[in-house]
């Protein structure tokens, strides 16, 4: 058995109770991190995890059609950096039923000022916290502890073809994971993805 990859720490935030939906804009400010009311008594917590309506209502208009589930039983696990593109682009809304994550997006939008960044967040079971990423935007992310178990919501329908990916290790990105790529745990596809350099535009829109 292997020695569990060595996690470097990342500030972890402390949940409190929330009196309404949160939304905060990361410095991409298209991407943003949700955090839904929760309820707490005696029992534990209640909390309405999508409401499209007071989603809505703030703004975020996406429609989602699928939902996705995984389970990484080791820490230091990346899955990612992938996206769907058009017709069948996918904006993801991302939360963690199990452990946390260092959650990334990367801008792909060769017309945007950011084109070629990322930002991340933690995203855990304990804060409750999501993301949003949108259309446009490849995303991955690393698992922070054991049995971390991601629940997310898609904008578009699965598509093999219409798959693609990211290397997590482009230096034109420089990511900054919380884990050494000799400890990193990735798929075979994952490791085998290209740099941002060598993929073709994908979400110019055509003038
Ligand atoms: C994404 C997807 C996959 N699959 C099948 C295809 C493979 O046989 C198997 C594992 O797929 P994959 O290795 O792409 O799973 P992840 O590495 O967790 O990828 C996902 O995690 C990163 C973080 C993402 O943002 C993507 O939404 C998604 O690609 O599930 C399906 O049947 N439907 C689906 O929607």
Request: hydrophobic share 40%; net charge negative; with cysteine.
């Amino acid at each position: 058995m292997s020695a569990a990859p060595q996690i470097r720490q990342v500030q972890i935030n402390i949940p409190h109770e929330q009196t309404t939906m949160q939304i905060q804009a990361l410095a991409i400010a298209d991407v943003k991190i949700i955090t839904p009311r929760k309820f707490g008594d005696e029992r534990g917590y209640f909390s309405e995890t999508y409401n499209k309506q007071a989603l809505a209502e703030a703004g975020i208009e996406e429609t989602f059609v699928q939902d996705n589930q995984s389970l990484s039983a080791t820490r230091g696990t990346v899955r990612g950096l992938h996206f769907q593109i058009p017709p069948v682009a996918q904006a993801k809304l991302v939360r963690v039923l199990r452990g946390s994550i260092l959650d990334v997006a990367v801008d792909l939008r060769r017309d945007q000022p950011t084109y070629g960044t990322y930002v991340s967040a933690v995203i855990s079971a304990r804060d409750g916290n999501q993301i949003l990423v949108p259309v446009g935007f490849a995303h991955g992310f690393c698992t922070l502890e054991p049995d971390t178990e991601v629940f997310y919501k898609v904008s578009a329908p699965y598509s093999p073809a219409h798959d693609r990916g990211l290397s997590w290790i482009d230096k034109d990105i420089a990511i900054d994971w919380p884990v050494d790529p000799a400890d990193a745990v990735l798929s075979a596809k994952d490791l085998a993805l290209p740099c941002l350099a060598d993929l073709p535009d994908c979400f110019t829109l055509r003038r």
